[in-house]
């Protein structure tokens, strides 16, 4: 069975079943202090330092709404081009549980303040994008803690009141590769942009994925939702394990009940936590502590004039300006660090496409098998320029160019130029010295340049091959051929 | 040192703001005296906590600054809080078993306004649980009396406040109106309140009971008091309370005496129906007639859904009540039940141990219109039919500068008159839910005496932001008539 270029739908069926996923996200946003208060944000503190009388829930306090958190939430629908609500409710949802101070969360039910817009990104070579339906502001709850207590439970109410913003897709997504690329990218939008960390072990950026199947043109299947999913490893294989389970219950004659399920990295199955019939009625009523969140287009222009760049704007500019294919762009764009990187070096040696082959191949390699950032490259973007400027200008061949920036990554030497005299690795451009090689090569080898005369142009190659050897690799393969050609031709 | 004609307890806020600055009276010399009437007065179940260390030290501080020039405009008045305000130094139990013992960490911003502006706090007054009742028996401590009769109710839910001041146990306190929580107890005791727009007051501290309704507001003998103590509550809190108003402090007092010749006074039909009791009609008819001989118009208006009011009120209150009491749960603080079995256990347990009747009704109320397929038939269309209300005032006030009616359809009732019906408390709140929906600012105004000799109350109410024209229209009917200076027989 042969596999198309671009994968169609049949391609992504698991045993004849289409995949949907759609994904609920609840990004930390990046504020010193609390949504509804003025308690600290920072983790890792003592247990119950961080919670004022407001996050205690103690008796007459009230919330008050942390700009800085609705300015991320705007810098984020801004980033992904979604509707901005001029006006959205916060609401109660009510439930009963010790980490949950005041009985209640506060989120955004019926009108959220970031509506529509879609997140795009490559999956392998081929573009996705995946709708957004809202993005809403609302609280994080305490910590319950189980372990540090016998026959008890202990609560942290740090955590309480720290703002999130939760982002919800569409069920657009067909199989786990592409949810995880839609979560790497929504990973990069947000850390770019500035407003969560992206730290997924310490609960910043936290995925849950509902997953279904069914047959192609059936209506959507039941899902169950996969909570918490921490790092984009465990995602996939949860997902995947999820696809196969619901299959098979299907196929064994089991219909799949709506669920939350939790993945067990240990055992790398999923497990339902609860089900559908015992869901409880949160009550949501708008809360009335707190007026509607108006957004004057003002607002909106203000956040926006003052927004870094975006990525895909970005990207866009990379193909118009450096005339970079757009996977290119779009590659070196997946991060503030790697796109300035790649702009310091394509300005620097004037040569921005051989810049970004160099990135993405010699650079990425070594920094994927040292599972490090760009930040840590041990080649500059300066050390890359001067190597680059030096295999543009013909000093240098590729695989010459390869050595000096292995030597250079090693720090073996501080910069290209010193490093291919020290190792002389010039290219051969004295004509005279390379037409003594030539000669004596066509000298040594008679029977080779009968049989090219004779019309095998095999023969010619190995005369070439035989050349370059002699000239220890520093010969322009260009100029042997030309030189031989007239030479022997 | 005091040496005016009338005793300490008989003058009111201005005039000990006066004698304080004066030096004819320190600040000392005014706690010892309301202390001391506070104990010799226990049995009218006015006060739920007194610290005199507290309040003595306040007075001493009160007397360095009245001595050092740094006096407030209420500096050495002493004044007690409804027991729904956080304080730091006393206790704050809002009424309720729930939290007997309760001590907060920080003062209700109406409170620390007070303490700024030179008040000595006296201690907690009294109050239906939550402030949730009109009679203060749904006080989980103690049922407090009516001045008048003690075998009558003060009303409530500010009862205590209300008994306080008309048993001249504390020359003013502050109160909350939720439903009309200051003023029919201030009605039912003879005593002058006023429920600013909601908004003017900071909500912050006070324990909230319904959020979108629950307003703060000054208890006094008059109205002049309580403009001066109204000016001095109010006032933008844009960092602790989101729903505070962000206008900017207001003398209520400036425009007291102005004359009220040409002011139309709206006389809504719904208020004067079959429900009113003629006594109560008959007074309240009286003083409307003063109003008339100074020069007012009565101008017939109508609020066509008076009676309506009744369950959207009972709907959107309760809804809110049932979420904003989940924070009790015995888990951070409060009550907690002894012995339980699990989580659940626990948390019906304290709930069950640490609420009051009234206040379970009201939740499982609540949670009954919040539920799925519930909302919309109740909570969504109470909601719509509040604006309407809101808007039939808008209307109204087209055609006048203020509405007038009664407070309550009759006077003050025995203890255990309602006995179990919870319906008759709810029917009994008729003519204050409607200012209370729609955020207007309202008032009591004592309007002479009913049945059994029980004090009768007018009922002002203005549109937004029109406190002072209300103060104004009491002042005048105040400096026309001797009701609100009557006290009960043996006080």
Redesign the interface.
């Known amino acids: 069975m042969s596999t198309p270029a671009t994968p169609s739908l049949k391609s992504l069926l698991v045993r004849g079943y289409e995949v949907v996923i759609g994904f609920e996200t609840h990004a930390q946003l990046s504020t010193q202090s609390k949504i509804f208060s ?1 308690a600290p944000t920072a983790f890792g503190a003592e247990p119950n330092t961080q919670a004022c ?1 407001v996050d ?10 942390n700009r800085g958190a609705v300015e991320r939430a705007i810098e984020f629908g801004l980033a992904v081009g979604s509707h901005i609500a001029p006006r959205s409710i916060f609401a ?1 949802k ?1 439930y ?1 549980y ?1 980490d949950l ?4 969360q506060i989120s955004q039910f019926e009108i959220p303040v970031v509506q529509g817009g879609a997140v795009e990104f490559f999956l392998g070579d081929e573009k996705k994008s995946v709708r957004l339906v809202r993005a809403h502001l609302e609280e994080d709850a305490g910590k319950s803690l189980h372990e540090d207590f016998v026959g008890q439970s202990g ?1 942290d109410l740090n955590r309480a009141g720290t703002p999130l913003l939760e982002i919800v897709t569409e069920p657009d997504m067909r199989s786990s590769a592409e949810a995880v690329a839609y979560a790497k990218e929504l990973h990069k939008i947000v850390t770019w942009i500035g407003i969560c960390d992206g730290n997924m072990q310490e609960g910043s950026f936290r995925c849950d994925a509902n997953v279904s199947v069914r047959k192609p043109g059936a209506p959507l299947g039941t899902r169950r939702e996969i909570k918490n999913l921490n790092s984009f490893k465990f995602m996939q294989q949860a997902i995947d394990y999820e696809i196969r389970w619901q299959i098979e219950e299907i196929e064994d004659g089991r219909p799949i009940q709506q669920a939350t399920v939790l993945f067990d990295p240990d055992t790398g199955e999923t497990r339902a936590m609860r089900t559908k019939e015992d869901a409880a ?1 949160y ?3 708008p809360d ?4 509607p969140l108006v957004i004057a287009p003002g607002w909106v222009e203000r956040v926006r004039s003052e927004m870094a760049e975006l990525p895909r704007v970005m990207a866009q500019r990379f193909v118009s300006t450096y005339a970079l294919p757009e996977y290119d762009a779009t590659t070196l764009t997946q991060s503030k660090a790697m796109a300035a990187y790649f702009e310091a070096t394509a300005q620097a040696s004037g040569q921005p496409k051989l810049a970004s082959n160099w990135i993405m191949g010699e650079v990425s390699r070594r920094l994927n098998a040292g599972e490090t950032g760009i930040e840590q490259s041990k080649v500059s973007s300066a050390q890359l320029a001067g190597l680059i400027v030096r295999i543009a200008d013909g000093t240098i061949s590729n695989a010459a160019g390869r050595q000096v920036f292995e030597a250079l990554w090693n720090a073996e030497g501080q910069e290209a130029d010193g490093i291919i005299e020290a190792r002389g690795l010039k290219q051969m451009n004295n004509a005279g010295e390379l037409e003594r090689i030539i000669d004596e090569v066509v000298a040594a080898n008679p029977d080779n340049v009968a049989q090219f005369r004779a019309g095998k142009d095999k023969a010619f190659n190995a005369l070439v091959g035989q050349i370059m050897k002699a000239s220890k690799g520093k010969a322009n393969p260009q100029q042997v051929n030309d030189l031989l050609r007239q030479k022997i031709g | 040192m005091h040496s005016a004609s009338k005793p300490l307890h008989d003058l009111g806020v201005a005039e000990l703001a006066a004698s304080l600055r004066a030096g004819q009276v320190s600040a000392v010399e005014a706690a010892q005296h309301f202390l001391g009437r506070a104990r010799s007065h226990e049995s009218l179940g006015a006060f739920l906590a007194i610290d005199e260390e507290v309040t003595m030290n306040q007075a001493r501080a009160a007397d360095a600054r009245l001595a050092a020039g740094t006096a407030g405009p209420l500096e050495g008045v002493p004044l007690a809080h409804k027991d729904i305000f956080v304080t730091k130094d006393l206790p704050s139990t809002a009424g309720s078993r729930m939290l007997e013992g309760y001590r907060s960490p920080f003062d209700a911003t109406v409170v620390r306004k007070l303490a700024d502006a030179g008040v000595v706090t006296l201690g907690k007054l009294n109050c239906d649980e939550f402030a949730m009742g009109s009679s203060n028996e749904n006080s989980a401590y103690q049922p407090a009396c009516n001045p008048w009769d003690l075998a009558r109710v003060p009303g409530g839910s500010s009862g205590g406040s209300a008994v306080a001041v008309a048993a001249r146990l504390a020359p003013a306190a502050t109160g909350t109106d939720t439903g009309g929580s200051i003023r029919q107890p201030a009605s039912f005791c003879g005593i002058t309140g006023i429920k600013p727009t909601y908004g003017r007051a900071s909500r912050y501290g006070m324990i909230a009971f319904a959020s979108s309704l629950d307003q703060a507001g000054p208890m006094a003998r008059s109205a002049e008091d309580c403009a001066l103590l109204l000016s001095n509550l109010c006032g933008p809190d844009p960092d602790r309370d989101s729903t505070s108003l962000d206008l900017p402090t207001e003398d209520f007092a400036r425009s007291l005496n102005d004359s009220i010749d040409g002011l139309r006074i709206g006389i809504p039909k719904e208020f004067f129906g079959e429900g009113l009791s003629a006594d109560v009609r008959t007074a309240v008819e009286g003083v409307l007639g003063e109003f008339e001989k100074m020069g007012a118009r009565l101008v017939p208006i109508s609020l066509p859904r008076t009676e309506l009011s009744i369950p959207v009120y009972y709907i959107i209150a309760p809804a809110e009540a049932s979420s904003n009491l989940s924070r009790f749960d015995g888990v951070k603080f409060g009550h907690r039940a002894k012995a339980f079995a699990d989580l659940v256990d626990m948390y019906k347990k304290t709930r069950a141990e640490g609420f009051g009747d009234e206040v379970k009704r009201r939740i499982m109320i609540g949670t009954y219109v919040l539920s799925h397929g519930y909302y919309d038939a109740y909570y969504l269309q109470a909601q719509r039919i509040r604006r309407m209300i809101a808007d039939d005032f808008q209307q109204a006030f087209k055609s006048c500068d203020l509405i007038a009616g009664p407070v309550a359809p009759t006077v003050a009732w025995k203890l255990g008159g309602h006995g179990n019906d919870p319906l008759a408390d709810y029917l009994a709140d008729i003519f204050t839910l409607p200012a209370s929906l729609a955020g207007l600012p309202g008032m009591s105004v004592p309007a002479g005496f009913g049945d059994g000799a029980m004090p009768v109350g007018l009922q002002l109410i203005g549109n937004y932001f029109t406190e002072s024209r209300l103060l104004n229209a009491a002042h005048r009917l105040q400096q026309a008539t001797d009701f609100h200076s009557r006290k009960p027989e043996g006080v």
Not at chain 1, 56 to 65: F, R
Not at chain 1, 101 to 104: A, L, S
């Open positions: 003025r009388a205690l829930a103690l008796p007459g306090t009230l919330p008050v709404m109660r009510n009963f010790p101070p005041k009985g209640y609560i009625d009550r949501y009523f009335p502590d707190l007026p």
